[in-house]
C-alpha cells in the first residue's frame, strides 16, 4: 500500500511509510501525499495517546544467520509469545494499544498501573504483554489472548490470569521522539526509566557460539524463540528488514488464507482445506499474494467450525469445489522443510504444513513475505 502511493504521489516510499507508522490511517496518509507531497507527509508527527503502527521481524532459520545480516552489534532479546503492546503515558492518563492498533486499556490495568509507576512525564512504550504460570513459566497464548480479548469483569481476570509486561523499546520520552535514534540509544533511555523487572532480557554479542547459547537459555525457561536486533536501527513500523530477526526453533510463517476446499467424512459441511498464501510485496511477475500450499492439519472440530462462518462472511467466488476468499485472515502455518515446486508461482512450497492458531492480532498485510520464505528456504531442509 505504502509503494503504491508513493508511486501515485511520487514521493519517497520511506516518508509514507514514515507518515503510516505515525498517523496509522492509510485514507489521511494518501490524501497527504497527493494533495501536498512529501512536505505534508512531514507534518505527521507521534502524538501520545494516537497509536503508532509496530515494527515487524523478519525471520532467520537460526542465530548465525541472523547475525550475518546484521553489521555491527547486536542484541537478543527473549522471543515472548503474548500479545503486543503500545502503551503511551501522558501525565495521569495511560492508553494502551495492540498490534492491530485496538484501544485494550480497560482491559488491562496492571499495565496501566505499571505505567503511571515510572518516573516520566510521557512515554510511548513498546512491548508485550504475557501471562505467567507461577513458576515464572508463559502460559499457552491462548490464556494471555483470551485474557486480553475478554471484556469482561477486568478486576475478576486480572485476579485469575494476571498479566506481566516485558518492555523493549522505548519511542518517546518527555517531549521527545526518539523513532529516529539508534536502538542502543532507546534502550540505554528505556533501562533508564524502566526497571529491570519490566524489560526483555537480553545480551549483546556478535560471537555465534554465544547467541546460540543465549537462544538454548530462552527455550530452556518456556520461550518460542529470541529476537536478534540490529543496534544502530531506527524504529522503522511495517519493516521486515535486518532491524529485527526472528529465530525460532520450530518454524512458523504468517500466511493467508486465499480459499478453502469443503470437507470429507466427518468434516463434511465444513470448509477444511486451506489454501494458503503469502505477499508479493512488490515482486514482478508475481500477483499480490502467492500460493504456498494448502492444509487440513491442526484443525480441531472448534476452529473447523469458526473458520467456517468466518470464511464463507468473506467468499469472493468459487472455484469447483473450492470457496474462494478475500485475502483477510491470517494464520499462523509450522512446516517441516520449504521445497522446490513448479505448480505455484514463486516455485516454492511447504512441506507438511499444519495450522498452528489464527491471528486476529495481525493485518493482512503484516503477513509474511515471499522473499521472507524464499531466505527461510536456504537454511531449511528441502
Known sequence: L???????????????????????????????????????????TLEVGRAVRPMLAAAAPDTAAALARIEGPAALEWKL?????????????????????????????ELVEAALALPVRAAVLDGEAIALGPDGRPRPFQVTGARTASRQDPARLRAETPLTPYFFDLLHLDGTDLLDLPAERRWAELARVVPAELRVPAVRTADPARAEAFLRETLGRGHEGVLVKDAQAPYAAGRRGAGWIKVKPHHTLDLVVLAAEWGSGRRRGFLSNLHLGARAAGEPGLPPWVMLGKTFKGLTDELLVW???????????????????????VVEIAFDGIQRSPRYPAGLAL????????????????????????????????
Open 2 to 44: 505504502g509503494d503504491a502511493v508513493a508511486k501515485a504521489a511520487g514521493v519517497p516510499a520511506a516518508a509514507v511509510r514514515r507518515a503510516l507508522m505515525l498517523r496509522g490511517s492509510a485514507r489521511a496518509v494518501a490524501e497527504a501525499a497527493l494533495g501536498g507531497g512529501t512536505p505534508a507527509l512531514r507534518a505527521f
Open 81 to 109: 509469545d503474548g500479545v503486543r503492546v503500545q502503551v503511551h503515558r501522558d501525565g495521569p492518563e495511560v492508553a494502551v494499544f495492540t498490534r492491530g492498533l485496538d484501544d485494550i486499556t480497560a482491559r488491562v490495568p
Open 307 to 329: 473458520q467456517t462462518r468466518e470464511l464463507l462472511a468473506r467468499e469472493s467466488g468459487r472455484d469447483g469445489h473450492a470457496v474462494l476468499v478475500r485475502p483477510e485472515l
Open 351 to 382: 512441506r507438511f504444513a499444519r495450522v498452528v492458531r489464527y491471528r486476529d492480532d495481525k493485518l493482512a498485510e503484516e503477513a509474511d513475505t515471499v522473499a521472507a520464505v524464499r531466505a527461510l528456504a536456504t537454511g531449511l531442509p528441502a
